[in-house]
Each structure stands twice: as C-alpha cells, then as structure tokens.
C-alpha cells in the first residue's frame, strides 16, 4: 500500500520511543503537575526529574514533588487514608485550580 510521505512521517514520529522532548512543546499551555515516589522502582524518579527538566526547556509550566520513601503507588501521603497519588490535598488542589480555570471552561446550559 501507498502511503503519503507527509503522513507517514508524523506517524512514524508519534511512535519514535525517547523523542518526548520533540513532543514535550505540545503541552505548553497546559499545566503539568509531575510527581513520583522517591522509592519508584516502576518508574524511576529520574526519569521524571529528566522529563520535567524537558517540559520546562520547552516552556511547559511544570510543577514537581518527588514523595520521600513513597513507591509507584501509595495510599497516604500526609496522615492516614489521605487520598494518596490521586486525591491528596495537593491533587485536589491541582484539581480545583485548573479545572475551573478557563483552560477548561464549564458548559453553560
């Protein structure tokens, strides 16, 4: 089959591994909150480091928190049954100040 140049160059592009920081410009605009379990064995914390170091060269507004003796996935982060890596004080937070941003405006009926 017959594939246009153009095209299959994006294709090709968007399947490249360790090309993030050619993509990491789409996000400017965005907010990024990037946080990691020091103790991370799935997904080490250097390589986060290295990714948001990345972001902001291409001028993403970053925010960063590498946990203390946390792993891939944890449950508390500052008292007991706090929400852990996806609903602690600080995501909620993130939460709350970008998703009533106008970066995502609410639907008006």
């Not at 379990?37 to 993403?60: E, F, I, T, W």
């Not at 946990?67 to 609903?87: C, E, F, I, P, Q």
Request: proline residues 5%; glycine residues 6%; contains cysteine.
């Amino acid at each position: 089959s017959f594939t246009d140049p153009g095209l299959k160059a994006i294709l090709e592009a968007c399947f490249a591994e360790h090309n993030a920081d050619v993509h990491a410009p789409n996000l400017k605009g965005v907010p990024v909150l990037a946080r990691v379990g020091a103790n991370d064995q799935a997904v080490p914390a250097y390589h986060v480091r290295r990714m948001v170091r990345v972001l902001r060269a291409a001028g993403v507004n970053v925010t960063y928190q590498e946990l203390s003796n946390k792993d891939h996935w944890w449950w508390d982060t500052r008292r007991a049954n706090d929400g852990g890596v996806l609903n602690d004080a600080q995501m909620r937070n993130f939460f709350r100040t970008h998703l009533s941003s106008s970066f995502f405006p609410r639907k008006t009926e």
